[in-house]
């Protein structure tokens, strides 16, 4: 019975050694700052939104700048992040031209709208203690026709000095919210209904 019980207490010692850390969830809420004054207009749906393959997966990528990623296995994106980029830029493009009609792509029970964005995301590289870099190509079309409205290319990196996932997720939200700026310029000539 003695040995029972030192044997289930060492295994159990043992098993609480080997525990693995818990999962973290990260998502890409949209900077919050002042808001161009809301107004209605033409339905713009934002997306779909293209990654680098190698980006395409659930754990955050960090990338030390000499061709190698790794995977974050405990810091994970909260929902897959094509669709967290096209939430945070739906919502920046909304705040920054005033257009209270910019959705996410893909809407549920939403047809196409008017106006889409389409969006590639050629570069997005988070290397811990030294900067965050965004490189994306968009354009915005007339869904009737297909026919490319605007449009323009962005690329950019923030600095950072800490390594951790909040401080390197701070930094793409500030990118995201200038390229957020940058896309909802032609909405501001919009005319309004």
């Not at 019975?1 to 693995?20: D, S």
């Not at 050629?122 to 354009?139: C, H, I, K, T």
């Not at 990196?157 to 939200?173: G, H, I, N």
Request: charged residues 20%.
């Amino acid at each position: 019975m003695m040995k029972n019980w030192i044997l289930a207490a060492l295994l159990a010692a043992a098993l609480g050694g080997c525990a693995t850390p818990p999962a973290r969830f990260y998502g890409l809420d949209a900077a919050s700052g002042p808001a161009a004054p809301s107004r209605l207009g033409q339905r713009v749906l934002l997306g779909p939104v293209t990654l680098p393959a190698a980006l395409d997966r659930p754990q955050l990528v960090l990338d030390n700048d000499e061709g190698e990623l790794s995977l974050q296995e405990f810091a994970r994106w909260s929902a897959p992040l094509d669709r967290l980029l096209a939430q945070n830029l739906a919502l920046g493009v909304s705040r920054h031209s005033g257009l209270a009609s910019v959705y996410a792509y893909p809407q549920p029970g939403m047809d196409g709208g008017e106006l889409r964005y389409v969006l590639d995301v050629r570069r997005l590289s988070l290397q811990p203690g030294r900067q965050v870099a965004l490189e994306a190509v968009w354009q915005l079309q007339n869904v009737a026709d297909g026919k490319v409205l605007a449009g323009g290319s962005f690329s950019r990196a923030q600095p950072v000095t800490a390594a951790d996932a909040p401080t390197l997720l701070a930094a793409l939200r500030t990118l995201l919210d200038g390229l957020s700026l940058d896309m909802a310029a032609p909405l501001r000539e919009q005319p309004v209904r």
